[in-house]
């Protein structure tokens, strides 16, 4: 870590505490040599691996626009999908993994989604999990209302 203000290469930790719920840590550091203090937040990083095989930092703005296709016309607010992508960014974080494919954010999307909107999820599962028949829908709506306890 450089001294932001003399560029010396070593400093040490006065003070530790996390942030922003849990998800980054902020260091208050004192530079050895001019004794500046200075702070730095760390976060672990998160990418994900394309099926492609490029890899890209993740991100909830892609969540939230893949997810608000499916969200045309029904009634979900911004506020409801920025806590949908907050919800996919902490169960791939709590998998432990730092590099994750691109097929296990969608499959982390689809929980929280359902629970959003069920006309929602089921146009995004139509998609991710490329229905190709009436029977694929019948099957994912036979899902959903065994979910709720309807029998009808």
Do not use: W
Request: charged share 30%; hydrophobic share 35%; proline share 3%.
């Amino acid at each position: 870590m450089h001294c932001p203000f003399c560029r010396h290469d070593g400093s040490r930790v006065v003070d530790s505490r996390t942030a922003e719920d849990g998800m980054s840590i902020r260091r208050r550091r004192e530079c050895t040599q001019c004794g500046s203090r200075f702070t730095t937040i760390e976060t672990a990083s998160l990418s994900v691996r394309k099926r492609s095989g490029a890899v890209e930092p993740f991100s909830r703005t892609k969540v939230i626009v893949g997810v608000r296709r499916a969200c045309q016309g029904r009634p979900v607010s911004e506020d409801d999908l920025a806590l949908l992508a907050h919800k996919v960014e902490e169960a791939i974080r709590h998998t432990g993994q730092a590099l994750v494919d691109s097929h296990d954010v969608g499959l982390a999307i689809l929980g929280p989604l359902r629970e959003l909107d069920e006309v929602a999820y089921l146009r995004f599962a139509s998609v991710y999990s490329d229905f190709n028949s009436l029977e694929d829908f019948e099957k994912a709506i036979e899902g959903l209302r065994a979910g709720r306890g309807d029998r009808s």
